[in-house]
Nanobody, 127 residues
Framework: QVQLVESGGGYAQAGDSLSVSCAAS????????MGWFRQAPGKEREFVAAISWHGTVTWYADSVKGRFNISRDNAKKTLYLQMNSLKREDTAVYYCAARLGASYQTYYTETRDYEYWGQGTQVTVSS
């Protein structure tokens, strides 16, 4: 069992940077592929970024590629998302997710692929 708790987020102006973190408890995250998703009001939850359990492979949604960076520290059991050049359309509740990875390089981009989810943290970007 993995419990995930997001933190960070908040308010930012367009063009600013913000970061969110996801702390895991209950057990190690070694072996768990992880990802970030977001959900804006009235929209479905969408993929943002993913990382393999070893941290060697990452993948991004086209909408955030080049602006966001996903990383992890397995020793600290923490997942990070650094968000740069924020846009109004980045406004959403951000969720972290985890599941056992098939290999040290495997990552996942679909909500149905993940077993564990955090409660979410709000990110609001104003112009």
């Amino acid at each position: 069992q993995v419990q995930l708790v997001e933190s960070g987020g908040g308010y930012a102006q367009a063009g600013d940077s913000l970061s969110v973190s996801c702390a895991a408890s209950g057990r190690t995250i070694v072996g768990y592929a992880m990802g970030w998703f977001r959900q804006a009001p009235g929209k479905e939850r969408e993929f943002v970024a993913a990382i393999s359990w070893h941290g060697t492979v990452t993948w991004y949604a086209d909408s955030v590629k080049g602006r966001f960076n996903i990383s992890r520290d397995n020793a600290k059991k923490t997942l990070y998302l650094q968000m740069n050049s924020l846009k109004r359309e980045d406004t959403a509740v951000y969720y972290c997710a985890a599941r056992l990875g098939a290999s040290y390089q495997t990552y996942y981009t679909e909500t149905r692929d993940y077993e564990y989810w955090g409660q979410g943290t709000q990110v609001t970007v104003s112009s």
